[in-house]
């Protein structure tokens, strides 16, 4: 099945410097990869998402890159603010559908 | 609208005690889920539902029933509580259309000694 891996586990950058997470997915045949963020005592909101016909997709200060051959993809935020501060989960699935496999999650602190 | 929402929020279970979560969305989505979330490890899926009537095993089924007997509501039962159930238990909810795109509720801090 499906392995999702998502580093750094935990991650600090100065407010208004950029932060950058990376996913690696196992299974070939995942073409969908949504970006979930999680602020404390919430539910995962989604963010930003990706399908595999598209390597690149921007919105605001976000952007997700995916690079099928190498199985990975990456969550890029700039200018970072505190209100980023969260866990952000990265997650793969097969067929645009339900059933996502979520990487362990990224703890983000952005410091003032 | 009130989304999804969750109830209990918190709950402590003894070991062999019986509980049910439950899920309820206002938004007329037909696919459901309940993902349990542990440190480490990400959401790890339990079960979920397609529609009314309908459920089907996700990647940790075992200990847990669950039930769609209404579109709006999806409960998560325990029938015999095990410390390794201890996790925050979250509901989810997405259109047929774009299942893709999941709404989650606030969770239950679930904790059984």
């Known amino acids: 099945g499906e392995n999702v891996e998502q580093h750094p586990s935990t991650l600090s950058v100065q407010e208004g410097d950029s932060a950058v997470i990376k996913c690696t997915y196992s299974d070939s045949a995942s073409n969908y990869f949504p970006w979930y963020k999680q602020e404390l005592g919430k539910g995962p909101q989604l963010i930003i998402d990706?399908?595999?016909?598209?390597g690149e997709k921007k919105d605001q200060r976000i952007a997700v890159t995916l690079n099928k051959t190498a199985k990975h993809f990456s969550l890029h935020i700039t200018e970072t603010q505190p209100e980023d501060s969260a866990v952000y989960f990265c997650a793969a699935s097969q067929n645009y559908g339900q059933n996502f496999v979520f990487g362990p999650g990224t703890r983000l602190s952005v410091l003032p | 609208n009130a989304g999804v929402t969750q109830t209990p929020k918190f709950r402590v279970l003894k070991t062999g005690q019986s509980m049910t979560l439950l899920c309820a969305q206002d938004?007329?989505?037909?696919?459901m889920y309940w993902y349990r979330q542990d440190p480490g490890m990400g959401l790890r899926l339990i079960h979920y539902s397609v529609g009314e009537g309908t459920t089907a095993k996700g990647e940790v089924p075992d200990g847990y029933n669950v039930s769609r007997l209404k579109k709006q509501n999806f409960l998560l039962g325990l029938e015999s509580a095990a410390p390794s159930q201890t996790s925050v238990y979250f509901c989810?909810?997405?259109?047929?259309?774009?299942?893709?795109?999941?709404?989650f509720g606030p969770g239950t801090r679930l904790t059984v000694l």
């Open positions: 990706i399908r595999s016909n598209v």
């Open positions: 938004m007329n989505h037909e696919y």
């Open positions: 989810a909810s997405s259109t047929r259309l774009a299942a893709f795109e999941q709404f």
